[in-house]
């Protein structure tokens, strides 16, 4: 039995995992700022709001798209240190912006940032993990985003917690909370990027990337510091199973729609796009509008995001402890499920104009829920199912169909909420995890304890 280097491989996937810590904060910290920047640039309509929340996306799904090719060519170290660089200019570019075709600008650029790290992160942990242990690792990355969530939310809380109860908005936006207080919240994220960055130069290249590329003494050096001469025989021989037939070939994207390779590939986009669908994301992103429907005023509004992000890390740990041993899949029907459920109580409270702590805990209960199932085992599932020659073109698919769909499901929620009302939004989010839960009863074999190269012939060569 190999004995691992369990300090060295939780050492380098905890670093490549701050990719995720950036993506967490990027992404949730303009949840807390829209209130002030939102009265600071003068925004009104719901499309502008829809815009300013929604912009980064566009950013993401770029930055998806760029890193297939680019990883594939130049590796995964080198593209997760550009996208820590980005990190860090793009929140201050946010932080100094003065006007709102600049702040946009900033916003989008930030976002290439996301689709980076979002893409990169987990494929790299998965690469370098073994076997047995990939789940976990590739949660870690989970629970780096999740860290970074909570960390953006505390900050928004602590910058503007005295904000006086009942502020007019004349007064918020000439007040230092919104003419300089939404600035600190952008601007705060250069300094773990620039722990990102440092990091990122001490890690080692993938492996598994390292062989692909002819660099195969480089690669056993690596895998034998992960596990071993054993462990770096093994994993090279494996490797070299499932690249002997394509040496030498260029990775095309019309490859991933060939028949051995279009299931799962639809497996993969299917479960990138539920993962968003399934409506979670517009609590981290449009929390004001939801929590003041249900009653709470703008300094509430705030602890309450604080309590989703302590609600969502403290459930990620409890993903960390199962999805080893309970498997992918179980933890994938138990949140489409669960999802399904608290909407349609949610839906049932907002038509019956029920308000305040019953409110609170459905959504916590919902944040609870998706942390533990839906948000760490989609990213470890598409991280896993691809074939080791074009698992960064076909993770650059699948994580772009995720931003796209982020991007619609963000954009779309205030029209929804002012068409449908919010009991009306949340139902339709409900009937979507019911087709989710389906989709993945019908489709997704579990794929715990298997070797990369072992789910490569089950589910490509087998078809």
């Known amino acids: 039995m190999n004995k691992y280097n369990h300090g060295y491989v939780w050492l380098i996937s905890i670093v490549a ?81 003065q006007g709102f075709a600049v702040f946009i600008g900033w916003r989008i650029f930030g976002g290439v940032a996301i689709g980076l790290a979002s893409n990169l992160s987990p494929m790299y942990i998965a690469e370098i993990a073994p076997a047995r242990m990939r789940g976990k690792l590739v949660a870690i990355n989970q629970l780096t985003i999740v860290i970074g969530i909570l960390l953006a939310q505390y900050i928004n809380w602590y910058l503007v917690r005295n904000l006086p109860v009942g502020a007019t908005d004349e007064f918020i936006r000439t007040s230092w909370f919104g003419q300089q207080g939404w600035r600190w919240m952008f601007g705060l994220t250069a300094a773990p990027a620039l722990l990102f960055f440092l990091g990122m130069l001490l890690v080692p290249e993938s492996p598994r990337w390292l062989a692909k590329n002819g660099q195969t003494e480089r690669a056993r050096g690596i895998l034998t510091r992960i596990g071993g001469e054993p462990h770096a025989d093994a994993a090279l021989a494996d490797i070299a199973s499932t690249l002997a037939s394509e040496a030498g070939q260029r990775v095309r994207f019309a490859e991933l729609l060939e028949p051995r390779m279009r299931q799962v590939l639809v497996l993969g986009v299917v479960l990138a796009v539920f993962q968003q669908w399934c409506g979670i994301n517009v609590i981290f992103n449009y929390a004001e509008e939801i929590f003041r429907a249900a009653g709470y005023d703008i300094s509430s509004v705030l602890k309450n995001i604080a309590w989703t992000g302590s609600v969502n890390l403290a459930f990620t740990f409890v993903a960390l402890g199962v999805v080893d041993r309970g498997g992918r899949r179980p933890l994938m029907l138990f949140g489409s499920a669960g999802l399904a459920l608290i909407y349609v109580a949610m839906a049932g409270c907002y038509a019956g104009e029920v308000k305040g702590l019953p409110m609170l805990l459905l959504v916590l209960a919902a944040i609870g829920c998706y942390a533990m199932s839906l948000a760490p085992v989609t990213w470890v599932v598409i991280a896993e199912i691809f074939p080791n020659r074009i698992r960064g073109a076909a993770m650059s698919v699948a994580v772009s169909a995720l931003w796209i769909a982020c991007f619609i499901l963000t954009y779309t929620f205030p029209i929804l909420n002012a068409n449908l009302g919010s009991a009306g939004t949340f139902l339709l989010y409900a009937a979507i995890c019911v087709a989710g839960f389906v989709f993945i009863k019908l489709k997704l074999p579990e794929t715990k304890g298997k070797s990369l190269e072992q789910l490569e012939r089950e589910l490509v060569d087998s078809n």
Not at 52 to 70: F, H, P, Q, Y
Not at 81 to 87: H, K
Request: proline share 1%; charged share 10%.
């Open 17 to 97: 995992a701050m990719g995720g810590l950036l993506f967490g904060w990027d992404w949730v910290v303009i949840g807390g700022a829209k209130p002030f920047f939102q009265r600071y640039f003068a925004l009104t309509s719901e499309f502008q709001i829809g815009w300013a929340n929604s912009c980064a996306l566009i950013g993401c799904l770029v930055g998806a798209l760029m890193a297939g090719a680019l990883s594939d060519k130049f590796g995964r170290k080198r593209l997760l240190i550009l996208a820590a660089l980005l990190f860090g200019v793009t929140s201050l570019g946010n932080a100094l912006a």
